[in-house]
């Protein structure tokens, strides 16, 4: 199969890995993408993790391609603020959180980072849907919960100003009765004071 056709025929894909290509094509010979590597035409995210050069990486493609390359796992953290714009940073490596072991991959692409959580707070993540691109993130409430869970140094007043939060998108968008209700399923003191002392910071 020559690559024209084999783009025709998988170009629906953002990424592939030879189990996609062979469930179409069962004769498909993996030594192709090797030459196409070595052309240009297609690049490798990680071991068996592949998408074609001239695929159109955006935020939310490459929120994709992280929970494809290391599952189960959700976006979270500095990406997933930036994504409800309650911070204005730029986010040059994409935080997931699993179940798994933490890792990092460095790709052609990005940065990409795991970080380990304990099963029982693996939720309040949704499913976002961009251009057919269907990703899990973690929800508004759930994503403040994890930056605080994972940086316990946040603990006053010039530490809550430092994250630079954008208090009316707060305000707009975060359901306080959520966020209380999730916290307590964390089963964590600390964060509990923590998140109450920032609320105040907010809404002072």
Do not use: C
């Amino acid at each position: 199969m020559n690559f024209i056709k084999f783009k025709s025929r998988f170009n629906y894909l953002p990424l592939f890995t030879v189990g996609d290509i062979n469930k179409v094509e069962p004769s498909f010979q993996p030594d192709r993408l090797t030459d196409w590597l070595k052309h240009g035409y297609i690049k490798r995210i990680i071991r068996n993790r592949y998408i074609f050069s001239d695929f159109k990486l955006t935020e939310e493609s490459l929120f994709f391609i992280a929970n494809k390359i290391y599952e189960p796992s959700y976006i979270s953290m500095e990406g997933a603020l930036s994504f409800y714009k309650l911070i204005p940073d730029q986010i040059f490596a994409i935080t997931s959180l699993s179940t798994k072991k933490t890792t990092r991959f460095e790709t052609e692409v990005g940065t990409f980072l795991y970080r380990s959580i304990r099963s029982d707070i693996f939720f309040g993540y949704r499913l976002a849907n961009f251009n057919n691109l269907i990703f899990k993130i973690a929800e508004i409430e759930k994503s403040i919960l994890d930056y605080f869970y994972l940086n316990t140094n946040l603990e006053n007043d010039d530490d809550f100003y430092e994250l630079r939060i954008n208090d009316e998108e707060f305000k707009r968008q975060v359901d306080l009765d959520k966020l209380k209700s999730y916290m307590k399923l964390f089963r964590n003191k600390s964060l509990e004071r923590r998140i109450m002392k920032f609320l105040k910071f907010i809404y002072a």
